[in-house]
């Protein structure tokens, strides 16, 4: 039981400095490969410790980890990057709700394309130079990662 305590307790330590990092951070850029270090220094500390201690259930918990590495990660990437569908969530927050074109007229006033082109700019994945946007390392390894996705779950590009 301990062992998986501190597992757990290893993960939410990387995931707490991860969210401090991104919070306090002057620059508003992806920080998926910042959490990828975190969290393998925190595992490389729980598999010492571990090892140290001939804890049992060490290889499950690993596994455990792992596993949630990712799972963060899409949470992390999807709150960051506003979808379309999140700005209509968030036009319709009124409790009394909202009509169809307040929801349009809503959406217009967020200019939804050069919002969206500023908010993948701002966060690492494109590079504007002049009238051309290009994808960064990161942009291409984030597309990359979306379409093997897709890909798997049967979906287009739209999602």
């Not at 949470?75 to 909202?98: C, D, F, H, W």
Request: proline letters at 3%; charged letters at 15%.
């Amino acid at each position: 039981m301990i062992t998986v305590l501190l597992c757990a307790f290893s993960f939410v330590c990387a995931t707490v400095l991860h969210i401090f990092a991104c919070r306090y951070s002057p620059d508003k850029n992806l920080k998926s490969k910042l959490f990828l270090q975190i969290s393998a220094a925190f595992l490389f500390v729980f598999i010492v410790v571990s090892l140290h201690f001939t804890m049992p259930l060490m290889w499950a918990c690993i596994i455990i980890y792992i596993l949630l590495v990712p799972a963060y990660l899409v949470v992390y990437v999807t709150t960051e990057l506003v979808s379309p569908s999140k700005r209509i969530l968030m036009s319709v927050a009124n409790p009394q709700g909202v009509t169809y074109a307040e929801i349009i007229e809503y959406l217009e006033k967020e200019n939804l394309i050069t919002s969206r082109l500023d908010e993948l700019v701002i966060s690492g994945c494109l590079t504007r130079a002049g009238d051309w946007y290009i994808l960064t390392s990161s942009g291409r390894s984030l597309a990359a990662f979306l379409d093997i996705f897709g890909k798997l779950l049967g979906r287009g590009v739209g999602g």
